[in-house]
Nanobody, 124 residues
Framework: QVQLVESGGGLVQPGGSLRLSCAAS????????MGWFRQAPGKEREFVAS????????YYADSVKGRFTITRDNAKNTVYLQMKSLKSEDTAVYYC?????????????????WGQGTQVTVSS
């Protein structure tokens, strides 16, 4: 049974930073792309970033390029999202998802499992 557990969300001022973590279990982590998505109130869930299984490829939504960095530690079955220069429009519930087997997971394609989400609020 695949389980994904996000952590690291919170309240941060504009311009601040946060690092989200997603611990995975119940899968051979190193064979799947992993991704981060977010959903703001009243909006659909949107793709934020993805990373391929060996971490050699990363992909980002235009809205976060240059500010967010996705990484993974296959030894710890964990994927991270480092967020810098946060803006109020980054406020959302952030979810991690299991992407396609040996895929890239870019543009949010091929995701099958999701965590419960972690709230990120950017406000002064």
């Amino acid at each position: 049974q695949v389980q994904l557990v996000e952590s690291g969300g919170g309240l941060v001022q504009p311009g601040g930073s946060l690092r989200l973590s997603c611990a995975a279990s119940g899968l051979i982590f190193s064979t799947y792309a992993m991704g981060w998505f977010r959903q703001a109130p009243g909006k659909e869930r949107e793709f934020v970033a993805s990373i391929n299984p060996n971490a050699r490829g990363t992909y980002y939504a235009d809205s976060v390029k240059g500010r967010f960095t996705i990484t993974r530690d296959n030894a710890k079955n964990t994927v991270y999202l480092q967020m810098k220069s946060l803006k109020s429009e980054d406020t959302a519930v952030y979810y991690c998802g299991r992407g396609p087997l040996y895929g890239t997971g870019e543009r949010g394609i091929g995701y099958a499992y999701w965590g419960q989400g972690t709230q990120v609020t950017v406000s002064s």
